[in-house]
């Protein structure tokens, strides 16, 4: 599949690391998300078309066939939009992976979207639990407004002092989304 690179990369990291990927990549994140979603849409799609024309023995050509109204356009629309919550939900009930060869691939794919998603969500959420002016640092500096020496400048500290302040708002950011991704309720 074209998404397991950076997918199968992902599912592998540790709560940890997964923290320090949604740092690094945070002003793109949900952007990366957003286009293997649509990638994994893609790719499946085009399995689906190209199995269901291979079934009918089908050159493409389109003929129309009964008396009953067709709105391939409509249809379409509808199974994309079908596919992205059973992506996005990882509900693939209903067949929406019908006529596919990948099917366990898909499901894992979308398994990791989910969790990425789930992941950015929490790492946000938790933000919120640092004092205000932590949070706007780390807010500012992680979506590339600000480098190290503009929030030098702007706290009127030393750019190792903005570096180390950094680090230790990343810190415990980090220390609380480990601490709800890693729970387990288990009597």
Same mark, same amino acid.
């Given at each position: 599949?074209?998404?397991?690179?950076?997918?199968?990369k992902?599912?592998?990291?540790? #709560?940890?690391?997964?923290?320090?990927?949604?740092?690094?990549?945070?002003a793109?994140?949900?952007?990366?998300?957003?286009?293997?979603?649509?990638? !994994?849409?893609?790719?499946?799609?085009?399995?689906?078309?190209?199995?269901?024309?291979?079934?009918? *023995?089908d !050159?493409?050509?389109? #003929?129309?066939?009964?008396?009953?109204?067709? +709105?391939?356009?409509?249809?379409?629309?509808?199974?994309?939009?079908?596919?992205?919550?059973?992506?996005?939900?990882? +509900?693939?009930?209903?067949? #929406?992976?019908?006529?596919?060869?990948?099917?366990?691939q898909?499901?894992?794919?979308?398994?990791?979207?989910?969790?990425?998603?789930?992941?950015?969500? !929490?790492?946000?959420?938790?933000?919120? !639990?640092?004092?205000?002016?932590?949070?706007?640092?780390?807010?500012?500096?992680?979506? *590339?407004?600000?480098?190290?020496?503009?929030?030098?400048?702007?706290?009127?500290?030393?750019?190792?002092?903005?570096?180390?302040?950094?680090?230790?708002?990343?810190?415990?950011?980090?220390?609380? #989304?480990?601490?709800?991704?890693?729970?387990?309720?288990?009597?």
């Amino acid at each position: 599949m074209a998404s397991a690179n950076v997918l199968r990369k992902y599912a592998e990291l540790t #709560v940890e690391k997964r923290v320090d990927y949604i740092c690094r990549n945070y002003a793109s994140f949900m952007g990366i998300v957003e286009s293997y979603t649509e990638g !994994l849409i893609y790719m499946i799609e085009e399995e689906q078309d190209f199995n269901r024309r291979e079934e009918r *023995g089908d !050159l493409g050509v389109r #003929v129309g066939g009964g008396f009953g109204h067709s +709105d391939p356009t409509a249809n379409k629309a509808i199974r994309n939009v079908s596919l992205r919550d059973a992506i996005i939900n990882c +509900d693939f009930e209903g067949g #929406v992976l019908e006529d596919t060869d990948h099917e366990e691939q898909f499901m894992r794919d979308a398994a990791v979207l989910r969790r990425m998603r789930r992941d950015y969500k !929490l790492f946000n959420s938790q933000m919120h !639990l640092l004092a205000e002016e932590e949070m706007t640092i780390l807010q500012t500096y992680l979506s *590339g407004n600000k480098d190290l020496n503009d929030l030098a400048d702007e706290l009127n500290i030393q750019y190792d002092s903005a570096k180390c302040k950094i680090y230790n708002i990343k810190r415990k950011l980090k220390k609380n #989304v480990v601490s709800f991704a890693s729970l387990s309720y288990v009597n």
